[in-house]
């Protein structure tokens, strides 16, 4: 999918629908300056071209029960393709798992994965980390607190 270049009035438009994506269209159209129909127009271009992936509620996770927060940094015996998509659809199905990535240097894959606590951590790495096959070693490091943490892209 081509996407084509945003000029200001789309990336404000991008701005102020990370802040607020529950903005009326009413009211993103006069933010940014626009009529209704062209920030319309607008809104669904970005969307069907995927620079509007989707729209979400962002929980707090200590609010829902998550409090802890566990970085994993998984080394695999293989690199081979296969295993790392058998190791990747594997992680995909996990809702512990909020994010995963494959890296470069020393580890294969860094992982964010939030829990109840520190039981409901070893259950998730007793029966579904250890169990996958591929998987050479786990290191966990769990987060103390939280300093910085956005979803919003700096678009400036």
Known sequence: MRIKPLDQIDRRILAELQADGRL????????????VSPCLR???????????ARYVAVLDQRA??????????????????????QFA???????????????????????????????AYEWFLKSKLTRLSGVASIESSFALGQVKYTNVLPLA
Do not use: H, N
């Open 24 to 35: 009326s269209l009413a009211e993103l159209a006069e933010r940014v300056g626009l009529s």
């Open 42 to 52: 607008r809104v669904r271009a970005l969307e069907e071209s995927g620079v509007i």
């Open 64 to 85: 829902v029960g998550l409090p802890v927060s566990v970085f994993i940094s998984i080394k695999m015996e293989s690199q081979r393709e296969e295993a790392l998509e």
């Open 89 to 119: 659809k594997a992680i995909a199905t996990w809702p512990e798992v909020l994010e995963c990535y494959l890296m470069t240097g020393p580890r294969d894959y860094l992982l964010r994965v939030v829990v109840a606590d520190l039981e």
